[in-house]
């Protein structure tokens, strides 16, 4: 669903950061923004209701090289967190690229991990995406945390297919740039095959 602009040469890809509410979305953005260097990116974009936010801004990265003589811009998005915000989540999920899920590690978020992973699934088959053929990303946020759940069983209850799942805590920066990296690779070997 890349989107792109020859005037510019570039290839914009859209990657949607995912997730329950409080888990770490805006961090990873935040994280990200503050380390990309103000020539390689653009504003951030907060959308802002009385009861949600949505965080977007899109920077164009050193090192993922050319496909086709194109430069590729990778745009980042975040969902509000909570599924009451449905609607939101479905718009900012189409002409999505790639999906990076940021879970919450503490046991006490199982659930809202669950939730948040079904309405995912349940959204991106309502656009008429193949699961199987985005790519996909499992962060394991808030790896700090006294209360977490050992990575196997998080690996157990929320791996959907066999994607790459990194630890993570977004605040301090530990596995923030190594998510990004994965989820934009995979875009990219995507983009490459002219899908």
Wanted: glycine share 8%; net charge neutral; proline share 2%.
């Amino acid at each position: 669903m890349s989107f792109i602009n020859f005037a510019a040469r570039e290839i914009n890809c859209k990657i949607v950061y995912y997730g329950a509410g409080l888990g770490g979305k805006t961090t990873n953005l935040q994280y990200i923004y503050q380390k990309t260097s103000e020539q390689q990116k653009g504003k951030m974009i907060s959308l802002a209701t009385e009861t949600e936010r949505t965080l977007f801004f899109d920077f164009l990265p050193l090192d993922l090289g050319n496909v086709r003589g194109f430069k590729t811009r990778m745009h980042l998005y975040t969902v509000p967190g909570q599924v009451f915000y449905d609607a939101s989540r479905k718009l900012i999920l189409r002409g999505v690229d790639g999906i990076v899920f940021v879970a919450d590690s503490q046991q006490e978020r199982m659930d809202a991990n669950l939730e948040a992973l079904d309405n995912l699934m349940s959204n991106l088959d309502e656009h008429g995406y193949n699961f199987e053929r985005i790519p996909y990303v499992l962060q394991l946020n808030k790896r700090d945390l006294p209360n977490v759940l050992a990575v196997d069983q998080l690996k157990r209850e929320l791996q959907r297919k066999s994607e790459a799942v990194i630890e993570s805590v977004a605040f301090q920066g530990l596995g923030v740039f190594e998510t990004l990296k994965e989820i934009s690779k995979q875009v990219l070997v995507e983009l490459k095959k002219g899908g």
